[in-house]
């Protein structure tokens, strides 16, 4: 066994030890679990959220990203912090309607809103299939870190399914309190690596970053700018603002949980205030990835170029150092990811109506999801491939919903948005597998048409006298008085 | 002064979508040894975070969660 693997396999174990000593006493309920009683002060919601934007992406994808497109790598770099600003003022919105309401997952929010608890059920049904794929995307994420590393496959199949049992471990013991204390570790981590990575690579291969960019200008200067091609100002634009209204509307099901663990709207507020700070630490990656550029072959697998120069450059032991932070970068967001996932499935898709039988499908999911995810990773790797390129785009459908769940008042009924949404997706479907060659970001094509149908349906609810659906939620809202914090929402569980 | 900060949000991300199409920005050029486009997102997107901090240290007596 080498050196890499063994730092690696340690690091992986010390990473779930830490979340399993999260735990702290008895978890009651779903909700406790998911979100942890609502009482996260701005430190560890710093940590929850963003541990969800340092994912494998950062560590592989960004250097992978940068090496392959040169400066069109840079759409990932603005995306969280314009999406961080408005959710300053919207997150405290959403906070404190599902604070009053009980809920604990988007399709909570979504049904509740529109009065319909079989529309919260196929919104959860989409969370699930769309985040398959990102879950996956973790694994192998992982994998394929410690293959590039070892240069072995076993060694990276060992590491997927060593890792992943840990993490279904600490993700059922301890919840998002879990989640939270493996961030503390994985950010730590995550910065000294990057920074030493950043440090040491750029002089051990061109003399530093000024003589790398340099190098890029002479040679390769169509890769210091966003120039026509694949990645192109289209793409750039489209693809920012995509994942803007993506992250600001909260398409992604498993940003819920971290968002409603804040213990205070102050807490919220200055969460997206200082996250955009941290955004920038996605810049690192990046200008290895330029490093790469100047230094590695074009035949290099893009994901593989920051683990290639780490190799060329570190001991094998610090190799294995780089390998348990990108391990972390995937088991951390995948724990995440998990708690979003088996919350949707056992408060909106399968309706129990005991707090036990909640709580017994919830765990059973957490492990089913991880097992067909690690299943499909090791045996058909490329099967849940296509469906990722669907996530972001299909989850962007969303955002019509839940940018008018925002309001108060029910201005447009359920009809008008399930059509929209069956449109939107329609057309992400057909643009993503059909002969679409555009470079103008799918997800925002397919908006298009979504919310045309929503304003037309829209319209037509109001020649018939607004929406028909159920009361208007203001309305409702006066008509019960607030709960009080972590109570539960009508029609949940009784305790068994 | 909040008003001047949502002014400034919007220029920002205004400045941020608009960085293919900034002639002076997106081109082969370094700044401080850096790409110019890296530069200027990075600076943009440094602002952010002040100018957030500002609308919190600002905000007014009327905030719900202060009046509870």
Same mark, same amino acid.
């Given at each position: ?5 063994? @730092? ?26 998911? @979100? ?27 250097? &992978? ?12 770099l603005p995306y969280v912090p314009l999406a961080y600003a408005g959710l300053y003022f919207l997150g405290p919105v959403v906070w404190r309607r599902a604070r009053e309401q009980g809920h604990v997952t988007q399709a909570d929010f979504l049904a509740e809103h529109f009065g319909s608890r079989a529309f919260g059920g196929l919104v959860a049904v989409l969370g699930v299939v769309f985040l398959l794929p990102y879950l996956q995307l973790q694994i192998t994420g992982l994998g394929l870190a410690v293959q590039l590393a070892t240069g072995e496959k076993a060694s990276g199949t060992l590491s997927m399914v060593v890792a992943f049992v840990l993490v279904v471990a600490f993700?059922?013991? $301890? &919840? ?15 910065? @000294? ?26 040679? $390769? ?6 120039? $026509? ?71 290099? #697998? #893009?994901?593989? $170029? ?17 390998? @348990? ?68 785009? &299909? ?69 018939? &006298? ?31 | 002064? =909040? ?45 952010? =975070? ?19």
């Amino acid at each position: 066994m080498s050196t890499t693997l063994v @730092v690696t396999l340690v690091g992986i174990l010390v990473i779930a030890g830490v979340g399993l000593l999260g735990r702290r006493g008895a978890i009651t309920d779903v909700s406790d679990w998911a @979100v942890g009683g609502r009482r996260f002060g701005s430190w560890t919601m710093w940590f929850l959220q963003a541990g969800e934007v340092f994912t494998t992406f950062t560590f592989l994808g960004m250097a &992978g990203l940068a090496f392959a497109g040169g400066a069109a790598a840079l759409y990932a770099l603005p995306y969280v912090p314009l999406a961080y600003a408005g959710l300053y003022f919207l997150g405290p919105v959403v906070w404190r309607r599902a604070r009053e309401q009980g809920h604990v997952t988007q399709a909570d929010f979504l049904a509740e809103h529109f009065g319909s608890r079989a529309f919260g059920g196929l919104v959860a049904v989409l969370g699930v299939v769309f985040l398959l794929p990102y879950l996956q995307l973790q694994i192998t994420g992982l994998g394929l870190a410690v293959q590039l590393a070892t240069g072995e496959k076993a060694s990276g199949t060992l590491s997927m399914v060593v890792a992943f049992v840990l993490v279904v471990a600490f993700v059922l013991w $301890a &919840g998002i309190r879990g989640v939270a204390t493996t961030s503390y570790l994985k950010d730590a981590l995550m910065l @000294v690596v990057l920074i030493v990575l950043l440090a040491v690579i750029p002089a051990a291969v061109n003399g530093g970053i000024g003589p790398t960019f340099e190098s890029v200008l002479a040679h $390769a200067p169509r890769m210091l700018t966003i120039h $026509a091609g694949e990645y192109d100002a289209g793409y750039f634009i489209s693809s920012t603002v995509a994942s803007t209204l993506g992250v600001l509307f909260l398409t992604l099901p498993h940003s819920w949980p971290a968002l409603l663990s804040a213990g205070s709207e102050r807490a919220v507020r200055r969460n997206y205030a200082y996250l955009p700070i941290y955004s920038l630490a996605l810049a690192i990656p990046m200008v290895i990835g330029f490093v790469a550029l100047t230094a590695l072959p074009p035949s290099t #697998s #893009s994901n593989g $170029a920051l683990l290639v120069l780490a190799g060329q450059v570190f001991p094998s032991w610090f190799v294995g150092v780089v390998v @348990v932070a990108t391990a972390a970068t995937a088991m951390v967001p995948a724990a995440g990811i998990l708690i979003g996932m088996s919350t949707l499935v056992a408060r909106n898709v399968v309706r129990t109506t005991t707090v036990r039988g909640q709580t017994v499908t919830n765990q059973l999911s957490v492990v089913g999801l991880t097992a067909l995810a690690l299943v499909l990773a090791i045996v058909r790797p490329d099967l849940l491939a296509n469906l990722l390129l669907l996530t972001y785009s &299909g989850l962007d459908q969303l955002v019509p919903a839940l940018a008018l769940a925002l309001f108060a008042r029910r201005w447009v009924g359920l009809r008008p948005i399930l059509a929209g949404l069956v449109v939107g997706e329609v057309v992400v479907v057909v643009l993503t597998f059909g002969p679409y060659a555009g470079t103008v970001n799918e997800g925002l094509v397919a908006l298009v048409p979504n919310l045309v149908v929503v304003a037309l349906g829209a319209l037509l609810e109001r020649r018939r &006298g607004g929406p028909r659906e159920g009361t208007p939620r203001a309305d409702r809202a006066t008509e019960s008085s607030p709960r009080p914090a972590g109570s539960v929402a009508r029609g949940e569980p009784s305790v068994d | 002064m =909040t008003l001047v900060c949502y002014v400034v949000l919007v220029l920002i991300a205004v400045g941020l979508l608009a960085s293919p199409l900034l002639g002076f920005v997106n081109r082969p050029a370094l700044w401080f040894g850096l790409p110019s486009i890296m530069v200027w997102m990075g600076v943009l997107v440094l602002l952010i =975070t002040p100018v957030l901090a500002i609308v919190e240290t600002t905000r007014g007596p009327d905030d719900e969660e202060e009046r509870r």
